[in-house]
Each structure stands twice: as structure tokens, then as C-alpha cells.
């Protein structure tokens, strides 16, 4: 079992009071994801924000700031990821899903609707107080552990 950290920045981007989110299919299965992706080593955050954003969304971005991290270990498949979300501004481009074949769709959504999609990691609450913090950092530790 591979036993490595992996970090991924989420970016979060509002356009009309709604979230931007992609689809993204694996292994038989489809879920909705705040874009964004893995840094690469020597890569700072930022770089990888806008790098992320443009391959998934077209769109350029300027990261604002921190909102909150999340944590997820799989003990079964040896993965352990530390997500960090950011909220960021869209400065321009068009707005096109990517590339990558296992990009499916790319919508805005009501944070209201978050609760009725299937979301990963698990964090519609947490994208749901931020927002309704007016995109206030959250200040906690979120974490989770699951066993497929």
C-alpha cells in the first residue's frame, strides 16, 4: 500500500451568488468537485490555482484568500489528501469544460443545491457557512476517514 500525501488546492469561484463546480468520472463512478487540483513538487499554490483553473475552466483567476482545509484518509486504499480551499476572482476567459477525459461537465450551482449533488470531498455545509459568512475563513479543522 502506497503511503503518500497528496495536496490539492480547491478554488472556489462565484459568479451571480452560485458556485462553480465540475464533474469528474472515475472508476465507474461520477461526483462534482470544487476545480482546482494537485501542486506539483517546487509548485507554489498559487501557480497551481491558476494552472488548475485554466486546463478545467478556461477561465483566468486571481486567488483572494484562504477559506479552509479539509482532510481526507482513505486507511483501505492508502490515500491521504489535505485540500485547501481558497476563494479567487475570475478576471476572464471563456468559460469551456477541458480537456482531460475524465472532465464530464462544468455548471454553476445554488449553494442550496450542494446538499443534493453528489459532492467530493463531503464539504456542502462547509461551502454553505462560508458563503453565508460572507467568505469569512472558517476557523476549524475539518478531517475525514473512510474505509471503501
Known amino acids: 500500500m502506497e503511503n503518500n500525501i497528496r495536496i490539492r488546492i480547491g478554488v472556489v469561484l462565484v459568479k451571480d451568488g452560485k458556485i462553480l463546480l465540475i ?29 488548475e483553473i485554466k486546463e478545467e475552466t478556461n477561465l483566468d483567476i486571481e486567488l483572494k484568500h484562504f477559506l479552509f482545509p479539509y482532510e481526507s484518509i482513505n486507511i483501505n486504499k492508502g490515500k491521504h489528501v489535505l485540500n485547501f480551499f481558497f476563494l479567487a476572482e475570475i478576471l476572464g ?8 477525459e475524465n472532465l464530464v461537465d462544468l455548471k454553476f450551482f445554488e ?25 469569512k475563513p472558517l476557523n476549524k479543522i475539518l478531517e475525514s476517514i473512510w474505509i471503501d
Open 23 to 51: 464533474k469528474q468520472r472515475k472508476d465507474d463512478k461520477e461526483y462534482w468537485l470544487v476545480p482546482g487540483g494537485g501542486v506539483d513538487y517546487g509548485e507554489k499554490i498559487s501557480v497551481c490555482a491558476k494552472r
Open 93 to 100: 476567459g471563456e468559460l469551456e469544460l477541458g480537456k482531460e
Open 111 to 135: 449553494f442550496e443545491k450542494l446538499k443534493e449533488i453528489i459532492l467530493y470531498p463531503d464539504i456542502a455545509d462547509y461551502l454553505i457557512e462560508v458563503k453565508n459568512n460572507n467568505f
